[in-house]
């Protein structure tokens, strides 16, 4: 699938209307995960150690549900990785971020490279919740191995939408957000039906 069809097929998802009550969840979902993760950022890395697993696994999954044909966004499925296994969750979340860290210390590239490589943990997470985090983490770096340049494209293809949401004193990047998410939950989709 083509990065210009994965974008079509977000905006379809998301109605396309970016003042619909679709995109508006979407866009409330993204707020309230910044606010959560800038609070716990705030307050001590030891917040963000806390909370970044299992939001993200949150909104993974409710991204992910929504580009498997979900009619609506329900805000509260963006906590759902608090309820379900949140020591693995935090583990997930504090590894992943750990280990790219780590190989950013070896130069700013193999730190993005890596960044790539476990793109997907969250949305195996979701797929699959018995999977403890180097599960995840291997079946991400698995999954992506042959796909991370095309998910720098489509990462890249949003680069305009950003800017111009720059130009309205950054206002119009928090519709992007949303946007952007639901292209990359449907790129995880496109993989995993390509390898089915």
Known sequence: MSNSELRA?????????????????????????????????SIAGIGVILVLGAISVGVSGLFLSLARGKDSIDIGDMFKGFTSDFGGNLLLGLLSSLFIALWSLLFVIPG????????MCFYIKNDHP???????IDGSREMMDGHKWKLFCLDLSFIGWYIVGALCFGIGTLWVVPYHEA????????IVSEAI
Do not use: H, M, P
């Open 9 to 41: 097929k977000a905006r379809e998802q998301l109605k396309g209307n970016i003042f619909g009550e679709t995109w508006l969840l979407a866009l409330v979902v993204c707020l309230i995960e910044g606010a959560v993760i800038s609070a716990a950022s």
């Open 112 to 119: 993005i490279v890596k960044t790539y490589s476990y793109s």
């Open 130 to 136: 018995e999977y403890d985090w180097k599960a995840c």
């Open 183 to 190: 292209a990359r939950a449907n790129f995880y989709e496109a």
